[in-house]
């Protein structure tokens, strides 16, 4: 359903950033990693000052075995956030893939 919802709501409007990284979170939720990342990169493309879009692309280049690319995001997202929890959260992701 909320696959569905975002898809129209950037049929209405193509601008819409938040459209496009949320439904590139249940692409990533649904393990369509491919869709996922389209979604995000064109949320980046939009609005490159949102931090959300660069967290959540990091995540599925970190489930891909990614690794260089993961932590170039997770650290894009710590220049770009304020969000106390974001920021949390890419630190312990960060952390993680840095000592592998």
Known sequence: MALTDFSVAINLDISL???YYNRGWVYYNIEDYKSATNDLNIAIKLEPSAAL????????????GKNNLAIADLKK????T???RLIDKAEKRLTALTSK
């Open 17 to 19: 950033t938040e459209a």
């Open 53 to 64: 879009p660069y967290y959540y692309r990091g995540l599925i280049y970190d489930t891909e």
């Open 77 to 80: 997202t710590l220049e770009l």
């Open 82 to 84: 304020t969000d106390p």
